[in-house]
Each structure stands twice: as C-alpha cells, then as structure tokens.
C-alpha cells in the first residue's frame, strides 16, 4: 500500500471548518483513500473514502487533487467532540489485499471553544 | 443493530498466563480484523479472517498467538505465556461480504494488562 504523509497535530476552532491534509504521493490507480478517526481510548471510526472523484456524507467532505497525490478531508463544522486522531489511508479496495488497515501516525486534532 | 461485541473490555493477567479475547461481528458480517495498539504507538493489523478460515495473518507474531474464527460463535484472539510487552489495546473490526464494501467496522477493544 502506498504510504501517506500527515501533519502531527493541528488545532481548530469549534463552529469553524477543520481541513485534514494528507499526502499520498505514491498512490497507485487503483488505491482508494480512507479517513478514519479515533477518539480517545475508543475503536476507529470509519468516516469517509473516495477513488478520484470529491465525496460528501453526513460527517465531512472528502477532496482528492487531480493527480490524486493528495486529498483533504473537510469536517464543515467542528465540535468538541470531533477531537481525535484522524488516519488517512490508502489502500486497494477490494480482494484480500485490500481488506487490510495500515494505520500510520494521523493527525492529533484538538478542536478548541 | 448492534455493533462489533469485544470482551472482555478489559483483562489482566500474569505473566506466563493465557489471555483469550472475544469478538462478535455485526450481524451478517462474515470477516473480522484484529489490530493491536500499544502504549502511546498507532494500530497495527494482526490477522485478517472469514468464517473457518485465515486469509491473512502477516502481522500475527510468530509464536504464542493464534486466532480463529468458527463457524459458529465469536472469533477468538488467543495469547499463550502472556509477557508484560503483550499489553495493549487489541481492536477488532468487521465487515460484510459484499462486491465493493469499503468499511471496517471497529469494536470498542479489549484492553491486556500483563503483571
């Protein structure tokens, strides 16, 4: 899987948009970035993936470049309660190779009152 | 619909001892993941299984650890002569088998504590 390159940590202000940089340099045509999150001392929460093309759901907004070396995840409105260290992933999406999680370093968010 | 089921949602025991964790999937998921988190680091893929079988178990230390997942009832994560490094947070994830699921699922841990 390729790898993937994230701030250590990052603060945001409650009420306002968060953006999660990730890059992924050497991702491959048919690898899939992942965002996962963990809040503290819980399991991994899956929150969004996307191929190439910009994905939205109910918790955030996922924008992959058009090279698709880096992506964005976008929390619209951050609460308190998205503090947690967010793991972006890549891998392929499919077969036994691609059920595997490589979870590198992520980044520490703290969203702040 | 209840999520991924782990337990004991904390364990200790002594070293030399044995340690089984417990993981019940969503219901209709048909692949379970165990992950290991120690102190302080991030979270490392152990074995990957579907029911009866192991697909992938690259990251499964060689010795004293097994896993299995039975055709009937929970997968079971199984650690033998405990040693105080095997402490950690062991998460278990799931996923249904079905063409383009993307999602894993994670339980909420067992945490090990070896003395």
């Known amino acids: 899987d390729a790898k993937t390159t994230q701030p250590p940590s990052m603060d945001c202000a409650e009420g306002r948009a968060a953006n999660l940089p990730c890059n992924h340099s050497?991702?491959?045509?048919?690898?899939?970035v992942y965002w996962y999150r963990q809040i503290h001392s819980q399991g991994p929460q899956y929150i969004i993936h996307?191929?190439?093309n910009n994905e939205t759901n109910e918790m955030a907004s996922l924008i992959i470049t058009e090279d698709r070396k880096s992506s964005t995840l976008i929390l619209p409105h951050a609460t308190l309660r998205d503090t947690a260290v967010y793991y972006c992933i890549v891998r392929v999406g499919f077969g036994a190779a691609g059920n595997k999680l490589t979870f590198g370093g992520g980044t520490r968010v703290l969203v702040k009152p | 619909n209840a999520g991924v089921m782990q337990n004991p949602r904390h364990l200790v025991r002594r070293r030399g001892q044995e340690a089984r964790l417990r993981c019940s999937p969503m219901k209709g998921h048909s692949h379970v993941y165990w992950y290991r988190q120690l102190p302080e680091e991030g979270l490392k893929f152990m074995v990957y299984l579907q029911k009866e079988n192991i697909i992938d178990e690259s990251g499964m230390p060689k010795e004293r650890f097994s896993a299995e997942f039975p055709k009937e009832g929970p997968s079971i994560l199984r650690i033998q002569q405990v040693v105080r490094g095997d402490s950690a947070a062991y998460f278990c994830?799931?996923?249904?088998?079905?063409?383009?699921?993307?999602?894993?699922?994670f339980g909420p841990g067992t945490r090990l504590t070896v003395t």
């Open positions: 996307g191929l190439k």
């Open positions: 050497t991702i491959s045509g048919n690898e899939y």
């Open positions: 994830a799931s996923s249904p088998n079905l063409p383009g699921s993307h999602e894993q699922y």
